[in-house]
């Protein structure tokens, strides 16, 4: 299921010469309640690539979002991403789940979950 996601933000920089990896805004990080590590999918929807990777958690108030290693071949600064984790769910409480959805504007910044 849905656990959370970061709806339309912005691809802010891209470093081609990293391990691997996308680094985001720590407010935004907590505002979605990914962790650290946490596997994510990245969907740009400028190119259509849709890619996995693993969070690493940016400084607080940057609205840093950032391509790192291979990833960064996905996307340009600009592009526009969505975000997303999955979660998995007992058969019991998968009707009372209620994904976080938070959404920023084009700086990144946190306008609504």
Do not use: F, W
């Not at 691997?20 to 400028?46: F, R, W, Y």
């Not at 969505?82 to 409480?93: R, W």
């Amino acid at each position: 299921m849905l656990k959370s996601k970061i709806h339309r933000a912005t691809i802010t920089e891209t470093h081609l010469d990293y391990e691997g990896s996308i680094t985001i805004d720590s407010d935004l990080v907590a505002a979605s309640d990914i962790l650290p590590g946490e596997k994510v999918h990245v969907v740009n929807l400028n190119n259509g690539i849709r890619l996995e990777t693993y969070v690493i958690s940016g400084e607080a108030g940057s609205g840093t979002v950032c391509l790192n290693g291979p990833a960064a071949r996905c996307g340009q600064p600009g592009d526009i991403i969505i975000i997303i984790t999955y979660c998995l769910l007992d058969e019991a409480d998968v009707k009372s789940h209620k994904p976080i959805v938070v959404k920023v504007d084009a700086n990144n910044k946190l306008v609504g979950a």
